[in-house]
């Protein structure tokens, strides 16, 4: 079993960058997919990156170029650097781990979950 904790959340103005931190403790998430999910006021969770367990990494279309998923296995954490930030990015931002996962968008292939961190952007 693995647990996951997000940080980085914070409120930043409109083409701020960001980097959240998603922390794994009772496995090494270098044998798990770690996805990256958002979910705005409103709206479905809806997913935004992965890496997967052999560090392919995958991102929604309106990510790309802006966000980069990147692992440090030493310190057993998963980063999400989001640059260009905009209004529409706001939401609770979470991670997600599969056990030797392919990398996925879909949210039921994922088994742990985080509890999030919310990142707010002002126009």
């Known amino acids: 079993q693995v647990q996951l904790v997000e940080s980085g959340g914070t409120l930043v103005r409109a083409g701020d960058s960001l980097r959240l931190s998603c922390a794994a403790s009772?496995?090494?998430?270098?044998?798990?997919?770690v996805g990256w999910f958002r979910q705005a006021p409103g709206k479905e969770r809806e997913f935004v990156s992965v890496i997967s367990w052999r560090g392919n990494t995958a991102y929604a279309d309106s990510m790309k170029g802006r966000f980069t998923i990147s692992r440090d296995n030493a310190k057993n954490t998963v980063y999400l650097q989001m640059n260009s930030l905009k209004h529409e990015d706001t939401a609770v931002y979470y991670c997600?781990?599969?056990?030797?996962?392919?990398?996925?968008?879909?949210?039921?292939?994922?088994?742990?979950w985080g509890q999030g961190t919310q990142v707010t952007v002002s126009s």
């Open positions: 997600a781990a599969a056990y030797l996962g392919s990398g996925t968008s879909r949210r039921n292939d994922y088994n742990y």
């Open positions: 009772g496995r090494t998430c270098s044998s798990y997919a």
